[in-house]
């Protein structure tokens, strides 16, 4: 059997899976297709893959979310694609991309390489080899080089403890600026004048 791969975006599994929690997080399949205006086979795509990835199951026409979906609609976007990540380095596919991008010398895979791994799955080649690059960059596993044509590691982000990215350093004030001044409704005011600048934090 073709290893999966997925048919549809990120955005179409994740916006299947709110629709779900709206629904208390069962739900027959005809009524979310209905919801959503889409004819039943326009959503098996989202539902197929997020039933790859664990997040619901289908059983007689019942869609019902386990107790990873619930996890991964209540938790924050950075949250979101950590579990989406984990969950797709568990499939033959991604698994394999990632190995595959572990074990190079230079840490990439040219376009040959990653089209003989796509070989392996029934991936049409006229868009699903692009969505497959889209998931691994959604879920920060890899991304696409265009300037040499292969898949590269992630970028690494900084963050903070908070967990968001970290700020850019804040410049000196220039040497002749003036202190902020209170007004009269307690908000605080850069001094006017001609060659005052106004800082964006």
């Known amino acids: 059997m073709a290893t999966t791969y997925p048919k549809c975006s990120p955005t179409e599994m994740l916006g299947l899976l709110v629709l779900l929690n709206d629904h208390k997080g069962s739900e027959d399949v005809a009524l979310l297709a209905d919801d959503l ?24 026409g019942r869609a019902t ?20 990540r984990e969950q797709l380095k568990k499939t033959p596919l991604f698994r394999t991309i990632v190995r595959a991008l572990e ?8 376009d040959e390489e990653f089209g003989h791994i796509i070989s392996f799955t ?6 699903g080899e692009q969505n497959i690059v889209n998931w691994g960059r959604y879920a920060d596993l890899f991304r696409y080089d265009a300037d040499v ?8 982000v900084a963050a903070t403890k908070g967990g968001g990215r970290s700020p850019p350093p804040t410049p000196p004030p220039p040497a002749d600026s003036k ?6 409704s307690g908000s605080t005011e850069p001094p006017r004048g001609p060659g005052t600048a106004s800082a964006v934090a």
Request: with cysteine.
């Open 37 to 60: 205006d889409l004819e039943i086979d326009e959503i098996f795509p989202a539902l197929e893959y997020a039933e790859v990835l664990q997040f619901v199951k289908v059983t007689d």
């Open 149 to 156: 044509h292969a898949i590269c590691p992630a970028r690494k």
């Open 179 to 184: 202190p902020a001044v209170r007004s009269s």
């Open 122 to 127: 029934t991936a049409k080649a006229d868009g």
């Open 65 to 84: 979310f386990t107790d990873l979906g619930r996890k991964l609609v209540g938790a924050s976007i950075r949250d979101r694609k950590t579990i989406v």
């Open 103 to 110: 074990a190079s010398p230079e840490h990439r895979i040219s």
